[in-house]
């Protein structure tokens, strides 16, 4: 799934841009806005990029979900669409007074790229909201496509032995998946964290 990986981009990306453009609006040199507007444009080709990985990974999770779960989703989606189209729009703007050298105009992109930054780490909050909060769907969709194939393939064998080794294989598949998921999103670590809070208190 390459949600996760594109996400983190498009968080920091809008940010970096950011920071290049309050440098401009204080050195005003013609390479300080050439390099907002590269930026910029960067950052919104990775907020487009997110945008499209979430909207086709989001089908796969939604049936997983609960109904609180699905409605998160559905409001982080439409979020992310209305944050790629603001984002585009911006790079625009901001492209076209590059090349115009309208300094007012950049002032106004360099306050709205602030504020689209602190929308998308909102963003960033809902979508936590859904790896830890609402089940952990991607291990959801992982154990039922994996149970799924383990399926198909005890199918095919004949002997109860072979079917058994085949579903020992899916589970420990799983496993290992599931301890590679928790390491990427940090939730082994912070299990951990909080049993040795629980121990100090004992």
Known sequence: MLHPATTHFAIVL??????????????????????????????????????YTGSQAGPEIYNYLSESGQATLVLHKGLGLNLAIAMSIIAVIVMISCKLNKYVVQVATVV????????????????????????????????????????????????DEAKLEVYQDAVDDIAMHVEEIDAYYGIGAVESEEEMETEDDK
């Open 112 to 159: 709205a790229l602030l504020a689209l930054s602190a929308t998308t780490l909102y963003q960033g909050k809902i979508g936590g909201e859904l790896v830890y909060k609402h089940g952990t769907p991607f291990k959801s969709f992982l154990i039922m496509d994996s149970l799924n194939e383990a399926a198909i393939s005890a199918e095919e064998e004949d002997e």
């Open 14 to 51: 809008p940010l970096v841009a950011s920071v290049f453009g309050i440098i401009y609006l204080f050195v005003k040199t013609e390479a300080a806005s050439k390099i907002y507007a590269r930026t910029t444009l960067v950052a919104a080709i990775a907020m487009v990029v997110s945008w």
